[in-house]
């Protein structure tokens, strides 16, 4: 059973900058889709990228173009997202999960991590 761990979230000035991990277990992430998510306080999650199970295609939202960037090294079974120039209203929990289709996000994720808070504030 694959399970998924996030890292890496933390507190950040506006404007600046985090990188999360998510570290998988059990099963190698070679194929599956990876997909970063998010939940701000009081409102729905929502996607924030989806990265293709060999990293060549990824699908970013509209609000994180630009700034945010999502990797992938599967050797070391773990999935990057870097945050630049993050705003206030990135402030979330940010979850990864992983996807049977590898690729795409589109068609359900089988498997979640727990989350790991960014907050984003002066």
């Known amino acids: 059973q694959l399970q998924l761990a996030e890292s890496g979230g933390g507190l950040v000035q506006p404007g600046g900058s985090l990188r999360l991990s998510c570290a998988a277990s059990g099963s190698t992430l070679n194929y599956y889709a990876i997909g970063w998510f998010r939940q701000a306080p009081g409102k729905e999650r929502e996607g924030v990228v989806c990265i293709s199970s060999a990293g060549g295609t990824t699908n970013y939202a509209d609000s994180v173009k630009g700034r945010f960037t999502a990797s992938r090294v599967n050797a070391e079974n773990t999935v990057y997202l870097q945050m630049n120039s993050l705003k206030p209203e990135d402030t979330a929990v940010y979850y990864c999960?992983?996807?049977?289709?590898?690729?795409?996000?589109?068609?359900?994720?089988?498997?979640w991590g727990k989350g790991t808070l960014v907050t984003v504030s002066s």
């Open positions: 999960a992983a996807s049977r289709d590898s690729g795409s996000c589109n068609n359900g994720m089988s498997y």
